[in-house]
């Protein structure tokens, strides 16, 4: 974990992004939001009811002297944030819905970012992840040519590091979508400093089996080739289809893939269903002995991330990090 922050501390070094945290009345948030505030990198802006919040502080000897707190109930903001989400939905809320909506801090804090007061928001801590992603999915939405937005988790071991997606949002996915998904985790690797070498995971290798599923990977691939080209993203390898130990190990690349551009040396993985993907990262995580660190999620206009519920200080801190980072793209 220690190079990637390096490499976005260097690039966030007196950038102070702002970046909502919504959940300011969870002890974990609220002491990252402290560490956040000690740096130039990023600037928290906290959400939550200001006289619990102070208490929390007061008990766990937080200081908040320079912490900008809102309480979405009874922000000056409140109306201008209302009207602004109206439009947005654009017939879908009534003023009235929009008004009750926006109490909740999910809401309130992505309408921050929508209205350009924050670059990004991470929450999660103590919310599912659709409540922290309904929002931004009504209001930021995709960006323009991304269909879907995605979760790729950050794994990290050492000085090994990797990009394991989609293990978080879409239950079902096309060959379309795998492709989108595979060029979008390309863009996401460079954008904090890899040099993407993405490869399009199935139980098979370069034809050992056939069936739909390996069809299916087989088809994204050369979608995913042809959106390369079509962009003109330089420096990005998209090959597959490949059993996860070809795509790694370059013994077993070199026996069953020899003349494939990735010769066991990916570090981009794309799964080719949410259930491989999420087993795949667990299993990662708990036996393989990675940090995991996610999901960041990608397709926004804007970012917002998503915590997980059993999250350490330092998981908000962290993400909270590459969320800024996200927002310089």
């Given at each position: ?165 989609d293990c978080a949002i879409n239950p079902e996915l096309d060959a379309q979508g795998l492709a989108e998904i595979a060029v979008e985790s390309a863009k996401s690797a460079q954008s904090f400093g890899m040099e993407p070498k993405v490869a399009m ?129």
């Open positions: 974990m220690a190079n990637l922050l390096n490499v976005l501390e260097d690039k966030l070094a007196g950038k102070n992004v702002n970046i909502v945290l919504p959940e300011g009345e969870d002890e974990r948030v609220l002491t990252a939001a402290t560490q956040l505030q000690a740096t130039d990198y990023v600037t928290p802006i906290v959400l939550g009811n200001k006289d619990k919040i102070q208490s929390l502080a007061n008990d766990k000897g937080l200081d908040l002297a320079n912490i900008e707190v809102i309480d979405p109930s009874t922000s000056e903001l409140k109306s201008e944030l209302v009207d602004a989400f109206v439009e947005r939905r654009n017939g879908k809320a009534t003023k009235e819905q929009a008004e009750e909506l926006l109490d909740n801090v999910n809401y309130f804090g992505t309408m921050l970012v929508y209205t350009g007061k924050a670059a990004g928001l991470v929450s999660g801590a103590a919310h599912s992840t659709g409540d922290t992603v309904r929002p931004a999915l009504q209001v930021i939405k995709t960006k323009p040519g991304v269909s879907k937005t995605s979760g790729i988790f950050f794994m990290m071991k050492g000085e090994e590091q990797y990009i394991f997606g995971l199935s139980f098979s290798t370069k034809g050992s089996a056939k069936s739909d599923d390996v069809t299916k990977v087989q088809d994204a691939l050369k979608l995913a080739q042809d959106k390369v080209a079509e962009e003109q993203l330089d420096n990005v390898v998209i090959d597959g289809e490949f059993q996860f130990d070809a795509a790694i190990v370059p013994s077993v690349a070199e026996k069953k893939a020899p003349g494939a551009k990735i010769q066991g040396d990916a570090n981009v993985f794309i799964f080719p269903s949410l259930e491989a993907g999420n087993i795949g990262y667990k299993i990662a995580q708990r036996l393989g002995g990675y940090d995991a660190v996610g999901p960041v999620l990608q397709g926004l206009n804007s970012p917002v991330n998503d915590l997980s519920r059993g999250c350490s200080i330092e998981d908000v801190y962290n993400l909270s990090i590459i969320t800024a980072a996200q927002s310089l793209q």
